[in-house]
């Protein structure tokens, strides 16, 4: 018999696909390092360079001023200080330079994050809509799935159709029962339903004759136990609420990122169809490296071109970009930290019925599923860690 009043979570994966998921998410965080490393490196030999100069013209700045000192003749005085402004002026250039190097290693790191969100995020999708434990929280809401309820019940729908005729709840719950199966149980047991089906479960308690205990005992086990249920399916309704809101909030991270990306994608020359080609859908870590390699050296090229070309509208172009990409990956973080603390609620939930003599050997198995989940996004995500990079993703003059 199809139950009537239970929710079924339909959104299942595959395990398998999502562990394979965290390992591409894993290899990817490698990736990752190993090309913001080589844009380290890069920027540091040339911060090196810059400062070496820096240092050779504050120098010569001092041994001209010196020279100013102490020098008496008007003509070595005019010279030493047109030279001392020529060399203040190539303190500048070098200082420009340094201020290049700056913007230049930061929107390489920008957009190198940027990609790779494009992996940190479809394993997110794919944990959003497994929900392995899901499965389990339906089946220990579903009362079919406990001794003894499908037996009874096909005497309580007998009783139903008995008297259904001389009293108005009953014919309503016979609507209802009717209804709720040619919709293939998706209609939940709370509010006006949960009282018709009380009222309806009391009535026929009521109507046993005291020679038939067994039925008796029995029928007011399934009450207690349906009363259970309907708390659990209570509690359980508000804590999916969030998750809902959870999933919005990933949609709206997803057009986001859609859209910050094919930006910068017009700005440096990337072509999406070559994106997806030689990362997305690129299972060789090797290749994707060398792909990422080859837009971190057009990223750099695409700087070098704003400024020349762009005198003064460069810094402020590239600088909206480098807030647009820091503040998607804010939302990121923000989405694993709340779906981290909704998993948490359910920990509490089951906490509370796991002294419910009705659902407590259901709860214990729940319990460990849960313990699985946690453990599985725990291994994938890192909503701390991940937030508190972000604010040490770009370098400050």
Avoid at 155 to 172: C, H, M
Avoid at 177 to 196: C, D, F, K, N, R
Avoid at 368 to 381: G, H, N, R
Wanted: overall charge positive; glycine content about 2%.
């Amino acid at each position: 018999m199809k139950i009537f009043f239970i929710i079924i979570f339909c959104f299942y994966l595959p395990a398998h696909l999502f562990s394979q998921n965290i390992d591409t998410l894993s290899n990817e965080k490698k990736i990752r390092e190993k090309i913001l490393t080589d844009i380290q490196i890069s920027f540091d030999k040339k911060t090196s360079i810059v400062d070496s100069t820096i240092r050779k013209i504050d120098s010569k700045v001092d041994k001209i001023d010196s020279l100013l000192k102490t020098t008496t003749s008007s003509k070595e005085k005019a010279d030493k200080l047109l030279e001392r402004v020529q060399v203040i002026e190539d303190k500048q250039k070098a200082l420009e330079e340094t201020e290049f190097n700056i913007y230049q290693a930061n929107y390489q790191s920008a957009i190198i994050n940027l990609l790779s969100m494009e992996r940190e995020i479809k394993p997110l999708v794919l944990f959003n809509t497994t929900k392995v434990f899901f499965d389990e929280l339906g089946s220990v809401n579903n009362p079919a799935t406990y001794p003894d309820y499908q037996e009874w019940f096909k005497k309580f729908k007998e009783y139903i159709q008995k008297n259904k005729k001389n009293d108005v709840s009953l014919r309503a719950l016979n609507n209802f029962i009717t209804m709720s199966e040619a919709v293939s149980a998706s209609t939940p047991l709370t509010g006006v339903a949960s009282q018709m089906m009380f009222t309806g479960m009391s009535s026929y308690i009521n109507t046993i004759a005291k020679r038939e205990k067994e039925l008796k005992t029995q029928s007011e086990n399934m009450f207690s136990l349906m009363v259970s249920l309907s708390q659990l399916k209570e509690d359980k309704d508000k804590i999916d609420h969030e998750w809902e809101l959870i999933t919005v909030s990933l949609q709206k991270l997803k057009d986001y990122y859609e859209k910050v990306t094919n930006r910068n994608f017009n700005l440096i020359g990337i072509s999406k169809d070559d994106f997806i080609n030689n990362f997305s859908n690129q299972n060789d870590a090797d290749k994707r490296y060398l792909y990422l390699s080859s837009v971190r050296t057009k990223t750099a090229n695409y700087v070098y071109l704003s400024k020349n070309n762009l005198p003064k509208e460069w810094k402020e172009k590239i600088y909206y970009e480098l807030s647009d990409i820091q503040v998607l990956k804010l939302k990121y973080g923000e989405i694993t930290t709340q779906i981290n603390h909704h998993i948490s609620q359910y920990e509490t939930l089951i906490k509370k019925f796991k002294n419910d003599k009705n659902i407590a050997p259901r709860m214990e198995l729940l319990d460990s599923k849960l313990s699985a989940l946690k453990e599985t996004f725990d291994k994938a995500f890192e909503p701390a860690e991940y937030t508190n990079s972000i604010y040490r993703m770009y370098k400050v003059q």
